[in-house]
């Protein structure tokens, strides 16, 4: 069995996101997965066992099975490690569109050249139908104490969500760039409060335009203080931004994240008025 390593949402190793890929995953069993995911390492591992459908239906050609796994447990569905999943499907000659069967429901991917005449390529996933609610005010209160911000430091013109498209994810405007890079929050009360909620991520993030934004997401519930590329949230924040009824909305929109751990990423998020899905696009690069 080969354990594939990518970095997702870059075109150098040194940025993105990394996530461990295994192509060939039939036979492995819920243990096992979980036993590699803590050996790679990274904050999730994707894992292709190409034959069957979450309710053991077989697929349809170029459609695959696949489920994620974090060090901790199980994941429904991975942004950066689908990215990073299909660019090394498109890398054997697999390129084109393709189906991914997730606990989350299917997710379609299109995987092209990044350059007409280059080596690279890039994936973009279509996410299961989003969907965005204002979250509890006593949510937002306890969210703001972990993180250790008021309400001064969220940016009025965005309100506090909890969005959805394929994971759930507390979204919080910072009102500045400063108060963004200031990440310093309590891991512990976080955590408990994502596993109570069932939030994968916080998506906190920052307006630059109106179609560049600044983000970071701690996600404890991982294991991890911070992830330097979230595809999942970044799907949430497009639905989001849609249900807000930002202008924006049908233009494509840069976000930029990782830039305050070093390892920077850039993800492009589209929506469209007439579908509840949100796309996510990035490419990918092999670590050696």
């Known amino acids: 069995m080969e354990i594939l390593r990518y970095s997702a949402f870059t075109d150098r190793p040194?940025?993105?996101?990394?996530?461990?890929?295994?192509?060939?995953?039939?036979?492995?069993?819920?243990?096992?997965?979980l036993r590699i995911a803590k050996e790679v390492g990274f904050s999730e591992t994707a894992f292709v066992t190409a034959t069957e459908t979450p309710d053991g239906t077989h697929t349809p050609d170029r459609t695959h099975r696949v489920r994620y796994f974090s060090p901790r447990a199980e994941v429904d569905f991975c942004g950066h490690a689908t990215v990073a999943t299909a660019v090394a499907l498109a890398e054997r000659g697999a390129p084109g569109a393709l189906a991914f069967q997730t606990n989350a429901g299917r997710v379609d991917v299109m995987t092209e050249r990044a350059e007409a005449d280059g080596d690279g390529?890039?994936?973009?996933?279509?996410?299961?139908?989003?969907?965005?609610?204002?979250?509890?005010?006593?949510?937002?209160?306890s969210a703001l104490?972990?993180?250790?911000?008021?309400?001064?430091?969220?940016?009025?013109?965005?309100?506090?969500?909890?969005?959805?498209?394929?994971?759930?994810?507390?979204?919080l405007a910072a009102a500045s760039r400063e108060r963004l890079a200031q990440l310093d929050y309590d891991f512990e009360a976080l955590?408990?409060?994502?596993r109570d909620q069932s939030w994968t991520t916080v998506h906190l993030f920052h307006r630059q335009t109106d179609t560049l934004f600044h983000a970071r997401d701690p996600?404890?519930?991982?294991?991890?203080v911070?992830?330097?590329?979230?595809?999942?949230?970044?799907?949430a924040f497009g639905g989001y931004l849609r249900a807000i009824g930002w202008e924006a909305v049908g233009t494509p929109i840069t976000v930029l994240q990782g830039y305050d751990m070093g390892r920077p990423s850039l993800l492009t998020v589209?929506?469209?008025?007439?579908?509840?899905r949100v796309s996510v696009s990035g490419q990918a690069v092999v670590l050696t």
Request: glycine share 10%.
């Open 14 to 33: 040194d940025g993105g996101n990394p996530a461990g890929v295994v192509l060939d995953a039939q036979g492995l069993d819920e243990t096992d997965m």
């Open 226 to 235: 911070e992830d330097p590329a979230t595809g999942a949230a970044a799907a």
């Open 191 to 194: 955590e408990a409060l994502s």
């Open 121 to 141: 390529f890039r994936a973009t996933l279509t996410s299961v139908p989003a969907s965005s609610e204002p979250v509890a005010p006593q949510l937002l209160a």
């Open 270 to 276: 589209t929506t469209d008025a007439s579908d509840p």
């Open 219 to 224: 996600f404890p519930l991982g294991g991890v």
């Open 145 to 171: 104490e972990a993180l250790g911000w008021s309400e001064d430091d969220l940016d009025p013109a965005f309100p506090a969500h909890v969005a959805f498209a394929g994971n759930y994810h507390l979204i």
